[in-house]
């Protein structure tokens, strides 16, 4: 913040307009996912934005983000599809207790319509560089727009990219050698039959064991690469699902045959649309659940231990008598939590992440006569198949790697901050080893720039979407100060970041993740620091909730006196009643003396 030298204090005039009339706000976001459409809903609807533009630059063309990409067989939400919406727009008509890809995507294609968001999307349309420009207090953004380079501008530019967005093939010699069909389960090719085929599925993640049991019906054999070891979950809202389960054999006399998966009936449909109470109340059973297993990532705890045990117990009875050495190199040996063991292997196909995978029908696959498993690292990929470590030759028509995405540690595309500081080089060059990242919102030497539950964030607790909307709220919140306290820029300072790391990583010492093991929560490095919050889901949003900590920003005003603000001395309300559209009657003489009131609960000045 620039000081006035005394010498200088002449010539100011007082703005003619009343007290903190909003500056003009031109934002982009990069992404329509479920990020970007949240930040323009509550741009307008909650936090109902003057004055302002939003330009929502999507590089497909649809909206959607991880549900519109990913269309592997299977896909699936792996928390209860109840718990996978925003919190306050509720789908009472999901047909399935897990959703599937497709009803995801139209869910969050439903949001944008109703709300009217379409609009604010531009598609076909990919971000490729920003660059600060100190003097303006703008960034300068390049687009990539249906082919042709275009550029824009904006006062405040947020990243809503997501973290699993840039899909990966694993590094193993040879892919580029095979000469069947290579498919990724982040970029599926539709058109591709695998029935009657011989296909190999590389990977134990989320994706893999979402993939496995569709495939594993329709192909003539299926081999599956499983290097590393891992924890199949009962499903999150277990309990929920076994009483729906239940409910549905008591009145059809039948049980409904999907191991874990349930198809709500028309009626149930009909009492979500009709009874938002007794909707709500399910949804907060289902979320309340998903909060509970938090517990169960605190080192040495008793919901630890207890959960080793269940899941030992469950995979255990689920891969069923006879197939002893598959229980013996799938079954992982430490807690759940920290989930891929150590490996000097320099393949990285897909260490298994934040996602607690339900893994409907996956054990049952891997049993079947048409299965092969193989635990073996890969030697090389050839023209005809897969040869393992062991030098058996695995020769397959198809091969889907179901191998995961490098974590975005920076956006997808350049940035430019003060000084033309590159983010990439800050975070690499960085003495601390990597990003530098205030709430996993914010990062010093960029001002103005803002990631939704970025590095640090809530990534691996509850589910995505809560953390993703306090992540926007917060970001809104600069935004509103910006307007209305009439700032140049909001920066944060390095001091807030340092101190808060430090916290992380202390916490990160108690708990689960830290143990030696390899995960895309250290960047897949053993031993390396861990990327995600120091503590839950509810604990990630008591911190971002409310008025953000300005004392961690730098500030600087548009003008040289930074109360310029202050105006003329009037509030809204005074300089426009009596005008057109204005409040009149008593909601004008509310506005008038909103401090009047009969108990003493909040009230604002417009
Ligand atoms: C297979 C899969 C299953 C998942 N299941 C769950 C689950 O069960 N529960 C859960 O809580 N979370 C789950 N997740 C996490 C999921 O990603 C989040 O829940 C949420 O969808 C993230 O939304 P987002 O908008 O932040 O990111 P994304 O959905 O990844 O959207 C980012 C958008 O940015 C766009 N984009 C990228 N680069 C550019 C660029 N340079 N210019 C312009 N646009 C760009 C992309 O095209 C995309 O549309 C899952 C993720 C995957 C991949």
Redesign the pocket.
């Known amino acids: 913040m620039g000081s006035i030298d005394p010498a200088d204090l002449q010539g100011y005039q007082v703005k003619q307009e009343w007290h903190s009339k909003p500056t003009y706000l031109r934002v982009i976001a990069?992404?329509?996912?479920?990020?970007?459409?949240c930040l323009a809903y509550k741009m307008k609807e909650k936090f109902k934005f003057e004055n302002y533009d939003l330009v929502c630059?999507?590089?497909?063309s649809g909206?959607?983000?991880?549900?519109?990409?990913?269309r592997y067989p299977g896909?699936?939400?792996?928390?209860p599809a109840h718990a996978?919406t925003y919190s306050f727009e509720p789908n009472p008509d999901w047909s399935t207790f897990y959703a599937y890809g497709p009803e995801i995507r139209q869910y969050f294609e439903g949001f944008a319509k109703k709300h009217d968001l379409l609009p604010y999307v531009k598609l076909n349309?990919?971000?490729?560089r920003a660059v600060w420009d100190e003097q303006q207090g703008i960034y300068k953004v390049d687009?990539i727009r249906d082919g042709q380079r275009i550029q824009d501008w904006c006062h405040v530019l947020v990243n809503?990219?997501?973290?699993?967005?840039d899909w990966k093939w694993p590094k193993i010699p040879g892919l580029a050698d095979f000469k069947g069909t290579l498919m990724h389960?982040?970029n599926w090719d539709t058109s591709v039959d695998y029935t009657n085929k011989r296909v190999a599925v590389i990977g134990t993640g989320?994706?893999a064991i979402q993939t496995v049991p569709q495939v594993q019906k329709a192909a003539q054999h299926l081999t599956a690469f499983m290097r590393s070891v891992t924890w199949i979950s009962p499903p999150v809202g277990g309990e929920v699902l076994q009483v729906e389960k239940q409910k549905a054999e008591d009145s059809q006399g039948k049980a409904q045959s999907v191991a874990a998966q349930y198809y709500y009936t028309e009626e149930e449909k009909k009492k979500f649309r009709e009874d938002p109470q007794h909707h709500l109340k399910y949804r907060q059973g289902l979320e309340g659940a998903a909060n509970m297993l938090f517990d169960m990532f605190i080192a040495d705890s008793e919901t630890s231990k207890n959960a080793e045990v269940l899941m030992r117990q469950e995979m255990n009875r689920r891969i069923g008598e006879g197939h002893e050495e598959l229980k013996a190199k799938l079954i992982p040996s430490w807690p759940p939590g920290c989930k891929s063991p150590i490996s000097n292997t320099t393949n990285n196909f897909n260490p298994p992440g934040r996602?607690i995978t339900p893994g409907d029908g996956y054990l049952e696959a891997l049993v079947q006569p048409n299965v092969t498993t193989v635990h073996q690292e890969i030697e090389r990929i050839n023209e005809t198949g897969v040869l393992d470590a062991s030098g058996v030759q695995h020769d397959i028509d198809i091969l889907i790697c179901a191998t995961g995405?490098n974590l975005a540690f920076t956006?997808?595309?350049e940035v430019l901050g003060r000084n033309s500081l590159s983010m990439h080089d800050f975070f690499t060059n960085h003495p601390y080893g990597g990003p530098q990242m205030y709430l996993a919102t914010t990062i010093p030497h960029f001002p103005n720039f803002f990631v939704?539950?970025g590095v640090r964030g809530n990534w691996a607790s509850g589910?995505?979407?809560p953390s993703?909307e306090i992540c926007c709220e917060y970001i809104l919140r600069c935004c509103a100060k910006i307007q209305s306290d009439h700032l140049k820029s909001l920066e944060v300072k390095q001091e807030p970041i340092t101190q808060l790391y430090e916290h992380i990583d202390a916490w990160h010492e108690g708990s689960v993740w830290n143990a030696p093991c390899k995960s895309w929560y250290k960047n897949n490095i053993v031993g390396g620091k861990l990327w995600i919050w120091a503590g839950s889901a509810l604990h990630f949003l008591k911190t971002m909730k409310g008025e953000p900590r300005f004392e961690h920003y730098e500030i600087e005003y548009k003008e040289r006196n930074m109360w310029s603000f202050l105006g003329n001395g009037r509030v809204k309300t005074e300089v426009l009643k009596g005008t057109e559209g204005y409040a009149t009657g008593q909601e004008l003489l509310e506005k008038l003396c909103p401090y009047l009131r009969n108990e003493d609960c909040d009230f604002e000045v417009e």
């Open positions: 990069a992404g329509a996912g479920a990020t970007g459409l630059y999507e590089k497909n909206v959607g983000g991880t549900w519109f990409e990913n896909c699936a939400c792996d928390i996978y349309s990919r971000i490729t687009i809503g990219t997501g973290f699993l967005n389960t982040a989320s994706s996602r995405f956006p997808p595309f939704v539950n589910t995505a979407l993703i």
